[in-house]
């Protein structure tokens, strides 16, 4: 069999590869660089940029917990114009498949951010941040989610795709979709870990310097892939980008499979600065073995039954 | 080496020996690339628990020594304590075992062109990497100096080693059970006064680090301190390991201690704010207050 296709599609995004790396965990790009050829990637979705530059939170921000992590980084940035000055031209140049994702303190700021990035050269679609600002609700609220949604919508032209990233919580995840999809949005991309706690053992208080964050890594992939499949389930025809959890070519597959049409790689990446490179060629062995020839081919087929799909030995 | 390969490295590095010496673990691993790369002050990150393992964070380690040239060609030296389940996995590995290794990460310690009297100062374990940055500065010519401190003799780390590398040594200890009983600050001034030093160079915990900056700087001397950090990506991706540092343009802002240091200017680092973002630094919310 030839080497099987890695080529995908998330609604008009067209991807060389399926494996994204997740936003604010492959940095600005230049910090990946030693370690993967930065076209391996399917993607690279920023740091969520904010319209100021921010500080962030004060540390520390990033604890280990069991089988993953809880974070809060407070998106810290240089703001919208350190980032279109110094990070994106650096990824276009690099010719880097770059998902700006946004994230806005008010519906005006949202505006203002969609407008002047999808403007810039360079970038393939817009991923809003729908967990921004601290203590929104918009990422598990479909009535909030569509108002930014919609906002961002307007100031974005056609070409730019429109991606939305919404809590990774099987308990809303279908009715916020419906919403942001309706709002405009092209594809979903799950998601946000849940809110999350760490106390420290000595002290008996909370370890991050912002005292509560959210959960990333492996723990929370089960729920992630939950949230991939009713969706997949309920809305068959919709793009999603699966993420949370995924280290290994198997997660990847079997994102795929319940439905996502490419996966985004977080905390892994803080583990391993090669993960999107190694993801990408363990997925690649993996439907080889399989024979799956294409990733299109793998996409969702968790969903139909043995019959349908029964090709393999 | 050509720029392209002076970036850190990531390989399958493998357990050479690891031996105990006092409280501490002296592991040397085979990591091709890494030794040709290191610099005095950099660190290499760690991935621990083995293949089965769900921790998900990197330890970084100062690297002790790097040999890139021996029988098993690139070999670098760390020294651990097993102070968590992650260095205590990293103090049990036998030779042979395999670990991830990252690096070498991070900005090195910045060497004098002229061949000025230097004072290294550790505390601990953190004093382990002042000792090839010693051989750097012997090389150059610098006389060296050093103080090894820790909270008792149990815990000062490489202090007959010490002898060799330095002209001068002092060890305090707080108990007293070694050397002059004390603080670093308080014997400090004496060392830099007699050596004329021009440079100290520092490793330890940030309110040692506070110390020795100011006492550098009463001395007139340039210091070059190591902060150490809870890192977690050491690549410079995550932006969790920030610590607020003044520019050159007097502005302060919170920059990242794996990839802008872990050596930055001890004049530069506001010590007094370490741990916050203070309200003043670039981009921090214009009330006194952090993120909600
Ligand atoms: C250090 C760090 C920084 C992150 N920054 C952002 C961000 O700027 N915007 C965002 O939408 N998500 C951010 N995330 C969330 C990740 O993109 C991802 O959704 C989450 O970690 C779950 O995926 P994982 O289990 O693969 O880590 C961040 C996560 C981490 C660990």
């Known amino acids: ?313 | 080496m050509t720029a392209t390969d002076r970036g850190p490295v990531q390989v399958l590095g493998e357990v050479l020996s690891n031996k105990r010496t006092g409280g501490y673990h002296h592991l040397t691993l085979v990591a091709p690339g890494v030794a040709e790369r290191f610099r005095p002050g950099t660190v290499v990150a760690l991935a621990v628990g083995g293949e089965l393992s769900d921790r998900l964070l990197r330890r970084s380690i100062a690297i002790y020594r790097a040999r890139a040239t021996g029988a098993y060609k690139s070999t670098v030296e760390l020294v651990l304590a097993p102070r968590e389940p992650g260095e205590a996995w990293l103090a049990s590995l036998a030779p042979g075992a395999v670990v991830d290794v990252v690096g070498p990460l991070g900005r090195p310690y910045a060497l004098p062109t002229e061949p000025v009297p230097c004072t290294l100062v550790g505390s601990g374990l953190d004093a382990a990497p002042l000792f090839s940055l010693a051989d750097r500065l012997k090389d150059r010519g610098c006389p060296v100096h050093m103080v090894l401190a820790g909270r008792s003799d149990q815990e000062v780390f490489g202090a007959l080693d010490a002898k060799r590398a330095a002209k001068t040594v002092v060890v305090v200890t707080e108990d007293g059970s070694v050397g002059i009983r004390g603080e670093v600050a308080a014997v400090l001034p004496e060392v830099l006064r007699r050596s004329g030093s021009d440079v100290v160079y520092a490793a330890g915990p940030g309110h040692l680090l506070h110390e020795v900056a100011a006492v550098a700087e009463q001395h007139g001397a340039w210091s070059q301190t190591a902060v150490g950090t809870g890192l977690v990506c050491a690549t410079g991706s995550c932006l969790t390991c920030v610590v607020p540092v003044v520019g050159e343009d007097g502005i302060s802002r919170m920059v990242r201690a794996c990839t802008e240091g872990p050596v930055f200017r001890g004049d530069r680092v506001r010590w007094g704010d370490l741990g916050t973002v203070p309200a003043d630094a670039w981009g921090a919310p214009h009330t006194a207050e952090g993120d909600s």
């Not at chain 1, 089988?67 to 703001?79: A, F, I, R």
């Not at chain 1, 919403?179 to 208080?205: F, N, W």
């Not at chain 1, 025809?237 to 049409?261: K, Q």
């Open chain 1, 1 to 313: 069999m030839n080497a099987p296709d890695l080529t995908t599609a998330v609604g008009e995004l067209t991807l060389a590869g399926p494996v994204m790396a997740a936003s604010g965990c492959g940095g600005t790009g230049r910090e990946l660089e030693p370690f993967t050829d930065l076209s391996s990637l399917g993607a690279l979705v920023t740091r969520s940029v904010t319209l100021d530059a921010r500080a962030g939170t004060r540390p520390p921000r990033a604890v280990e917990t069991p089988s993953g992590l809880v974070v809060d980084t407070g998106l810290q940035g240089p703001g919208l114009q350190g980032f279109l000055a110094t990070e994106l031209p650096w990824l276009a140049q690099r010719k880097v498949r770059t998902v700006v994702s946004i994230a806005g303190e008010n519906l005006g700021e949202w505006a203002e951010l969609a407008r002047r990035v999808a403007l810039s050269p360079g970038v393939a679609a817009v991923e809003v941040n729908l967990s921004w600002p601290p203590g929104s609700t918009a990422s598990r609220d479909s009535f909030a989610a569509e108002k930014i949604v919609a906002a961002v919508r307007r100031d974005i032209p056609r070409g730019v795709v429109l991606l939305a990233k919404v809590a990774a919580d099987p308990h809303t995840v279908v009715d916020v979709s419906r919403a942001v999809l309706k709002a405009g949005a092209e594809a979903v991309v799950v998601g946000h870990g849940p809110a999350a706690l760490a106390l420290d053992p000595g002290t008996l208080r909370p370890v991050l310097g912002g005292d509560a964050g959210r959960l990333g890594g492996p723990a929370v992939n089960p729920v992630a892939l939950r949230c991939v499949w009713d969706l997949h389930e309920a809305l068959p025809d919709v793009p999603l980008v699966g993420g949370g959890g995924v280290r290994s070519g198997l997660d990847a597959l079997v994102m795929l499979a319940a439905g996502a049409s490419a996966v985004q790689v977080g905390s892994a990446l803080l583990h391993d600065p090669g993960a999107v490179r190694r993801i990408t060629e363990e997925l690649s062995a993996q439907l080889e073995q399989r024979g799956i020839a294409r990733v299109a081919d793998l996409v969702g087929s968790a969903h139909r039954s043995t019959s349908e799909t029964g090709d393999t030995p």
